[in-house]
């Protein structure tokens, strides 16, 4: 039997008697067990959130300007988010850039090949021939 279950009852046992204010004091101890137990909920949640960024940052390893998890070259995950937020959000990555879709950063990429010069021409108009 829970606790609630068993203010429940006592409830009961004083509506029988007919003491009102027994019945409001043992009311106002439900709500505040109420409260204590939602409490508890939300204390519990946050435990397991916490537990779950500890697990995930002991997992995170910072190369090439980005986070990413373990060997896992195939998602790279935003410094700024993870460091400031503890958001894991992954990047948008070119072979010259990291861009977070979350907080709008963008940098280049260490590792990237240096760009060679290109000579732009500039295309001729193509006309159907009629």
């Known amino acids: 039997m829970s606790m609630m279950d068993t203010v429940r009852d ?7 008697l007919d003491n009102i204010d027994l019945l409001r004091q043992l009311l106002k101890v439900q709500q505040e067990a109420m409260a204590l137990f939602e409490e508890n909920l939300a204390l519990k949640q946050q435990l397991r959130e916490r537990d779950e960024q500890e697990r995930l940052g002991a997992d995170l390893v910072f190369r090439d300007d980005a986070y990413w998890r373990g060997d896992d070259a195939t998602r790279a995950y935003c410094t700024r988010c993870w460091d400031v937020e503890r958001k894991v959000v992954t990047l948008r990555s070119s072979p010259r850039t990291h861009t977070c879709p979350n907080c709008n950063k963008w940098w280049g990429r260490p590792s990237a090949p240096p760009v060679e010069p290109v000579q732009v021409t500039r295309a001729r108009p193509r006309f159907p021939d009629w």
């Open 10 to 16: 006592a409830v009961e046992l004083v509506q029988k």
